[in-house]
């Protein structure tokens, strides 16, 4: 492979691998964003249902409790524990207890599910108090039970009218003033108890442990790039899966500002006034979820009773699936290096599998130009070339009235080469001519074989004009040279060589060959092996 061949295959293959590189980067590319809003689209699916379940999980849950508070409460009223002392006997008073609180012990030992049973009387007094820790459901004694008259849960629940049940916002269980530890988040659900005459005589209250619910929660959650959030009316967290430590911080001194929107600022107007929806921002899609009572309408209203409507209960569930976190949105690097690499190497394999087609089109090419201009042997202008080229040299020196000279040269007895040395030998001696031809006059004529044993010389650079003569003399010298056949024998070659210099309109074509040749035949005439040069002033 020749160094210009070596230059077209790398070049074309260059070019091409750059085209083909570029069209597998915009697929690949065109891929990944399709499969980018694909997954999108999916988390916007996925994350919609999943808020629904909890939703629903929610619901069903306070639900349930709500429904079993109402039962509570006409059970107490049918066992007439709001009886006083004056109302009954001591000692009936105090079997009636005893049997009540065993009733709330075994309700409580077998839920596991509620840290306080409780029956209030009208002055917010603890009459009947069931704790539950550490899997054993227990009776408060007598002497530890408190009044609760200044609690917000007793005070909104007193007031309630008949059927309905008061829900309690998500909060840590206080005791004594303190905070709980370990922290106890709690629902509160009361309902006031009723005597035969429809009196209100006291409330029932139970203290659920929402940390239950909080762990159905994550029951829900499929993917640990998502964080699942449940949020307050306020927008505090009382649920946030993947940042436990925010939770409750209302009930923290300085902790007051740690909210859902200090969070997600530039969310915050949207996760304010929306009920239902999702929205996209720079760093991953967000949905909410409205639960509890929503525009105060409140979902825990059942055939005999409802829940009384309040702010407290109105919820949100937020999910936020962080882009650079799910697994689903982040290509494992090796699939991406590895896609990268093959499809490199596949633009190399097919540019240089095209550009070796193409190099051998252009060597098919090239080689039928070089075969329709050139003689095969000695490299030079075959007489068509030459006429054209020298037709188009003529064409210009008339226009722009520059001098030019022909030369042609022919050699002296070839046919005793050939048939002294042979034709192979022969062939070594146009060559030689050739080679001849080149060595003195470079690049800078239009040069040709325009016969068997002739050649022709067309001279327009004003270098050779300048000394036509010498360049002539050089030429016939660089001919005489011997030529090797072999280890014993040379071959010694002669030329005639005749010239024609014309300035103007005395460089018509045919009068230039016509005087070449005349002065080619004067050089044979006189003894061959020399040169005649003639001018438009001498002819």
């Given at each position: ?65 709500v429904k079993?508070t ?8 049918q066992?007439?524990i ?22 709330l ?8 599910i ?22 054993h459901?227990?009776i ?23 059927n309905?049940?008061?829900v ?7 005791e ?9 988040p ?8 009723y ?5 209100k ?5 139970i203290?659920?442990l ?19 959030m ?21 009930m ?12 997600f ?7 304010k006034?929306t ?53 689903d ?26 550009a070796?087609?193409?190099?051998r ?37 008339l ?23 042979g ?29 068997g044993?002739?050649?022709a010389v ?8 300048e000394?036509i ?21 040379e071959i010694?070659?002669s ?13 018509a074509?045919?009068?230039l ?15 061959k ?9 001498n002819?």
């Amino acid at each position: 492979m020749t160094s210009s061949d070596l230059r077209f295959l790398l070049t074309r293959t260059s070019l091409l691998a750059l085209i083909f590189i570029a069209l597998f980067g915009l697929m690949f590319f065109y891929h990944s964003t399709q499969e980018l809003e694909t997954a999108k689209s999916n988390i916007e699916v996925e994350q919609k249902a999943l808020l629904e379940g909890k939703k629903n999980y929610i619901e069903w849950v306070i639900g349930s409790v709500v429904k079993e508070t109402a039962l509570l409460a006409d059970l107490l009223g049918q066992q007439k524990i709001y009886k006083t002392d004056t109302e009954f006997d001591l000692e009936t008073k105090s079997q009636l207890l005893e049997h009540t609180s065993d009733a709330l012990l075994a309700m409580s030992q077998r839920k596991e599910i509620y840290d306080q049973i409780r029956y209030l009387d009208l002055n917010g007094n603890e009459i009947v108090r069931i704790n539950f820790n550490d899997g054993h459901a227990t009776i408060v004694p007598e002497a530890q039970l408190q009044n609760k008259a200044h609690r917000y849960y007793f005070q909104n629940s007193i007031s309630l009218s008949c059927n309905q049940v008061y829900v309690s916002p998500i909060d840590l269980n206080i005791e004594h003033g303190m905070i709980e530890i370990p922290y106890k988040p709690t629902i509160r659900m009361a309902t006031p108890v009723y005597d035969e005459q429809g009196v209100k005589r006291g409330v029932v209250i139970i203290n659920y442990l929402a940390g239950y619910l909080m762990d159905g929660l994550r029951l829900f959650n499929l993917n640990s790039g998502t964080n699942y959030m449940l949020i307050n009316h306020d927008g505090y967290f009382l649920f946030n899966d993947l940042k436990p430590d925010l939770e409750f911080a209302f009930m923290f001194e300085g902790k007051q500002a740690e909210t859902i929107y200090r969070q997600f600022p530039t969310l915050a107007e949207q996760i304010k006034s929306t009920i239902s929806g999702q929205f996209e921002s720079d760093n991953g899609i967000m949905t909410i979820e409205s639960v509890g009572a929503v525009d105060r309408i409140n979902p825990y209203c059942f055939q005999d009773f409802h829940v009384s409507n309040n702010d407290t209960t109105a919820w949100k569930l937020v999910s936020f699936a962080n882009f650079n976190h799910r697994i689903d949105l982040q290509h494992p690097s090796s699939t991406h290096r590895n896609l990268i690499i093959f499809g490199v190497l596949m633009s190399l394999v097919l540019a240089l599998s095209i550009a070796t087609y193409q190099l051998r089109l252009h060597r098919d090419d090239r080689r039928i130009h070089y075969l329709a201009h050139y003689d095969s042997l000695t490299g030079l202008y075959n007489r068509g070339a030459f006429q054209a080229k020298y037709q188009a040299v003529i064409e210009q020196s008339l226009h722009n009235r520059t001098p030019l000279c022909l030369m042609f040269i022919d050699m002296d007895d070839f046919k005793s080469i050939n048939d002294n040395f042979g034709h192979l030998n022969g062939d070594k001696a146009l060559k030689h001519v050739a080679d001849a031809i080149k060595h003195v006059f470079d690049d800078d004529v239009v040069a040709g074989r325009i016969g068997g044993d002739e050649f022709a010389v067309l001279l327009h650079n004003t270098k050779h004009l300048e000394q036509i003569k010498l360049y002539a003399d050089q030429l016939l010298a660089a001919i005489r040279l011997p030529i090797k056949i072999d280890e014993a024998n040379e071959i010694q070659v002669s030329t005639s060589i005749g010239g024609h210099f014309c300035a103007g309109a005395c460089c018509a074509e045919e009068e230039l060959i016509h005087h070449a040749d005349t002065a080619m035949y004067q050089a044979k005439h006189g003894g061959k092996n020399r040169v005649v040069i003639m001018d438009c002033l001498n002819e």
